[in-house]
């Protein structure tokens, strides 16, 4: 049997095929279709299936990760929507947090609710924050609301009360009238989707969630149906922000937690495949057409948030910790109203496309200028499947940036990349030596089509001594999904003052969380010797806003003491610091429910010993800087580059899915796994 992994990217959607019995893993790409996601799903599985002469009876898993939710947000394209709340707080939604988006920048302003205020509306009742009911819901006012959203033709209901996440009641009771009057509407109620305190934060995700629902379905739907007209009678899996799989039962209630579904999935196959490669400690560098995503994977571990902005609106769901800027290979090279050269974050995306690839783009890209300076074949890509017109590129490079601009044709290419490169490794220091790591101790895991042939500028960048290349690096998200387990995250709200009582508290909402994930999971379908549960508490110190989160084994009884000890450590750890004698708030407990799922084991077996000139099929004038240039570079094919001899650069890698660039002042190899290891002269030296 075979199982595959599908991530869907703004350029193109890329394939991975495991061999359920051999191990061996084949990889596919073709490009996106915006309009619609599923249908570049069915066509390359269709065509990777024909060319494998596999039946799709064969398959026994689809595994994909999406970025529907995300797009319907940025594109502000969800379902009409209507939110009802406590009376007094329709516009928390728009007052928020009173933040400036940039502090100094008065042009900018938060972006505008997804709620307009006259499909805000209130009902009288009110919980107390323990939970106790101060005054019912008035069934009266929710039946006129209802009436009210008929004549406005809304198509989802948000529901969020002011302390509804300590007692679900009265948002249950009038989710149960909606879906009795209202039966095509979508409805979420903030107690299903995040029963923790902070109000605007989990208005703001539950709104998300409803807006972005109805047509989340509508694409679940369409996709099941191109699924199941190939042939195969499996329902696909989804990738969610967290890095684990669920069900469509389970996106079709909760497509928030879908906001980083494809990068998700690359950070956790990265982390598995850095951990092979003898790697613990590795920044992801994920780069497609539209986005470059970065993450850091500390002691083999992702890092993971609850805190973050899809497209400047707070989701509060927890998801792999990644940053994500407009930075990819059809980024579009732009000059400002003050001359002054910009790339990005606009994308050519999937469809014009950069003008290499000749589909009607007529803005330079970030591609355009690789193919210019010959790091990306001037000839084809994709193994001769896609066509790049070279001569086109010039012109609009020469025409849009080096003619303005008063450049020669090759220092405007090399002034993109270098913008490109500056603002990658911002993106890169966001998530690293601002936050306290040193990056001379980190390896840059780079994947994606255009990951592996900046890696190395941006390396030197910011000071990374080791790059480590995949095997077919633009398929890395979608072999992600193939490495990542089913999961999903639970959480209740506590707030009380650390003592003996109150972790006896704790202890009983574990075990009822337990029995909480034990029932979704007997949903999924995992057997019982399969799931495993993840236990975390968050706590701060008294008087304090933000919290540490700190593990406490599902398998062992840990005591209060020995929560209080590592919560002291994972706050020096955090903070730098620790104060003792000062009383610790126990704030949220979560879990995460996990089924396993089979992993593909190490399937790479070649004993390619042979040498270098073996594997070269040809070479290229290579211009690496504006200092250097053109450098006659060997172009290599990278299955059949021997394994373990090192090597010295310039040299070009190609395979399928991307391109390897290695500077002349650098050593590689290719290691037993089939990943290919970079280090930079100086760093030797």
């Not at 973050?308 to 059809?330: L, S």
């Not at 001379?440 to 910011?462: I, N, Q, T």
């Amino acid at each position: 049997m075979y199982r595959i992994g599908v991530d869907v990217g703004g350029t193109f959607t890329d394939f991975t095929l495991l061999n359920d019995t051999t191990g061996e893993v084949l990889f596919y790409k073709v490009s996106s279709t915006p309009t619609d996601p599923s249908e570049a799903i069915q066509t390359g599985a269709r065509e990777m299936l024909e060319e494998y002469r596999i039946s799709p009876s064969d398959v026994s898993f689809i595994g994909h990760g999406t970025t529907v939710a995300t797009n319907l947000v940025i594109e502000r394209k969800g379902a009409k929507t209507a939110l009802i709340t406590t009376k007094g707080f329709r516009d928390v939604l728009e007052i928020g947090r009173q933040t400036r988006p940039h502090l100094y920048d008065y042009q900018v302003h938060n972006p505008p609710p997804l709620v307009q205020r006259v499909l805000r509306f209130e009902v009288s009742e009110r919980l107390d924050s323990t939970g106790n009911e101060l005054r019912p819901v008035d069934m009266a006012e929710v039946d006129a609301i209802i009436e009210k959203l008929i004549v406005a033709d809304v198509k989802a209901v948000a529901i969020c009360f002011l302390h509804s996440y300590v007692n679900a009641e009265h948002e249950s009771v009038v989710r149960d009238r909606l879906r009795e009057r209202l039966p095509d509407v979508y409805v979420t109620t903030s107690s299903d989707l995040l029963p923790e305190f902070r109000e605007f934060e989990r208005l703001s995700t539950t709104v998300l969630n409803s807006y972005s629902g109805p047509r989340m379905q509508t694409y679940l739907d369409r996709l099941a149906r191109n699924v199941s007209s190939l042939g195969s009678p499996v329902i696909p899996y989804t990738i969610h922000s967290n890095g684990g799989l669920m069900s469509i039962p389970t996106v079709r209630q909760f497509p928030v937690r879908t906001c980083l579904s494809g990068p998700a999935a690359g950070v956790v196959g990265a982390a598995v495949v850095a951990r092979e490669a003898g790697f613990e400690n590795i920044v992801t560098f994920d780069v497609g057409g539209t986005s470059t995503d970065v993450s850091v994977i500390v002691d083999g571990e992702p890092q993971f948030t609850s805190n973050r902005n899809v497209a400047d609106y707070p989701v509060k769901t927890p998801m792999v910790d990644i940053h994500v800027i407009g930075a990819g290979g059809g980024s579009i090279a732009w000059i400002d109203d003050a001359g002054a050269l910009k790339v990005g974050p606009q994308s050519a995306g999937a469809v014009p496309g950069p003008v290499a690839y000749g589909r009607g783009g007529e803005m330079p890209t970030v591609t355009d200028a690789n193919v210019v300076l010959h790091r990306l074949s001037p000839a084809t890509l994709l193994n001769g499947k896609l066509k790049v017109k070279e001569d086109e590129a010039r012109h609009v490079l020469d025409e849009r940036v080096a003619t303005p601009l008063e450049l020669p044709l090759e220092d405007a290419a090399i002034g993109i990349l270098r913008i490109a490169n500056a603002n990658m490794g911002r993106a890169i220091r966001s998530v690293s030596t601002e936050r306290g790591h040193d990056l001379s101790r980190f390896a840059l895991m780079a994947f994606g089509g255009a990951g592996p042939l900046h890696a190395c500028d941006v390396a030197a960048e910011c000071g990374i001594p080791t790059v480590i290349i995949p095997r077919e690096p633009g398929t890395m998200c979608a072999r992600g999904i193939l490495l990542s387990d089913i999961s999903l995250d639970f959480v209740r709200t506590l707030i009380k003052s650390a003592s003996l009582s109150a972790w006896a508290i704790v202890k009983k909402n574990f075990a009822d969380m337990r029995g909480q994930g034990a029932a979704w999971l007997e949903g999924e379908k995992v057997g019982v010797g399969l799931r495993r549960y993840v236990q975390f508490v968050e706590a701060r110190y008294e008087g304090q806003n933000f919290e540490v989160a700190v593990a406490v084994p599902a398998d062992a009884d840990m005591s209060f003491d020995e929560f209080l000890i590592e919560f002291a450590k994972g706050h020096h750890a955090e903070y730098g610091y620790d104060i003792p004698g000062r009383t610790v708030e126990i704030v949220n407990c979560r879990i995460k429910a996990v089924g396993l799922v089979p992993k593909p084991r190490n399937d790479f077996h070649s004993d390619n010993r042979g040498s270098l000139a073996d594997a070269r099929i040809g070479s290229r004038a290579v211009l690496f800087s504006s200092n250097s240039g053109r450098i006659e570079a060997p172009v290599y094919e990278r299955s059949r580059v021997p394994l373990g001899t090192e090597f010295s650069g310039p040299a070009i890698i190609e395979e399928m899915s991307s391109t390897t660039l290695i500077p002349p002042d650098a050593r590689f190899h290719v290691d037993s796994a089939g990943n290919i290891i970079i280090v930079s002269m100086k760093a030797v030296g």
